[in-house]
């Protein structure tokens, strides 16, 4: 069992208890959060709360969430991309269309079980059944550096670096419009779709997130940009970009629904990666170029300019 404290603050005044979970706890689902508190395992200013309960604005919320189901994740061997390793970390060039852990209709195939065969024992359990040695996660449709962690210790020291921004990730995207600005950043909350619980959404009473963005060039109709996280919600990137008028190109979800011609998926690399090693504390900074797909979107602009 894991046991969460949540602070509600003004902003959340007036927000029911169990969407505002679904917002605050990433992989909960507004019906996974009616779940909890139906079983007793949420408590608002100390005392069980019911799903329709209203936050006042300044309770301190526990939740104790389940263990992870125990299911059987088997090694695989599926080629992987390693840009580093070690006795503690490694780092993976994740292709697009790879899914990383195990999850409803994609029980085997993912990254995880790559790992598993790849690494053998040697993989954090921090992550449960399902997600052994995984610090963060990267869309299936995403391509990128990935880092996952080979023993508890070294997790362990990488959570607490993306909890306080010195594990930065590094993208490229190509995003339809142009922007007016050379750099930007986008601070708004994201949570739960209200609506579409498939999708993410800016909402008021969502988690804080933080993206930084700057121009690298400009074509006609579209840019290419790099954008810097710092913080790590579920399609981040993805739901900034799309909220300040610029969805990434080939994103169906959150942008145009027609699929792009010879784009599988939206057109958004993790480029860079950098760390303070878990044990040498050394500062790691790795790269990788930009896959094929993404590279042939970049000339086809290009050749319009």
Not at 77 to 98: H, Q, R, T
Not at 240 to 256: E, F, K, Q, S, W
Not at 276 to 297: K, N, Y
């Amino acid at each position: 069992m894991e046991q969460r404290i949540l602070k509600a603050t003004a902003e959340d005044t007036g927000a029911r208890l169990d969407a505002w979970l679904a917002g605050q706890l990433e992989g909960v689902s507004r019906s996974a959060a009616v779940r909890l508190l139906e079983e007793g395992q949420v408590t608002c200013g100390g005392r069980p709360a019911a799903k329709n309960t209203r936050l006042q604005g300044d309770e301190t919320v526990c939740v104790t969430l389940p263990d992870p189901e125990v299911v059987d994740v088997v090694p695989q061997n599926i080629p992987l991309d390693i840009v580093y390793e070690d006795d503690d970390v490694v780092v993976v060039n994740k292709p697009k269309g790879l899914v990383v852990h195990p999850a409803p209709g994609h029980p085997d195939g993912t990254l995880v079980n790559a790992l598993l065969y790849h690494c053998g024992d040697s993989l954090s359990g921090i992550g449960g059944e399902l997600r052994p040695g995984i610090v963060h996660r990267i869309d299936r449709d995403t391509s990128g550096l990935i880092i996952a962690a080979k023993n508890d210790f070294a997790h362990q020291k990488l959570s607490a670096q993306l909890q306080d921004h010195t594990l930065a990730r590094t993208y490229e995207c190509v995003v339809v419009g142009n922007l007016k600005a050379d750099s930007g950043t986008v601070d708004a909350p994201i949570g739960r779709h209200p609506v579409d619980r498939k999708k993410m959404a800016v909402v008021a009473n969502g988690r804080s997130a933080v993206t930084h963005w700057e121009v690298i060039a400009r074509y006609p109709g579209y840019t290419h940009v790099r954008c810097r996280l710092e913080t790590g919600r579920t399609h981040q990137i993805r739901v900034h970009m799309a909220r300040i008028g610029h969805p990434i190109l080939g994103d169906t979800v959150y942008g145009a629904k027609k699929p792009v011609p010879g784009l599988r998926g939206q057109c958004l690399h993790a480029v860079g990666l950098r760390f303070v090693h878990p044990r040498t504390g050394e500062m790691v900074e790795l790269s990788c170029p930009l896959p094929e797909e993404f590279q042939e979107v970049l000339r086809k602009l290009a050749a319009k300019k």
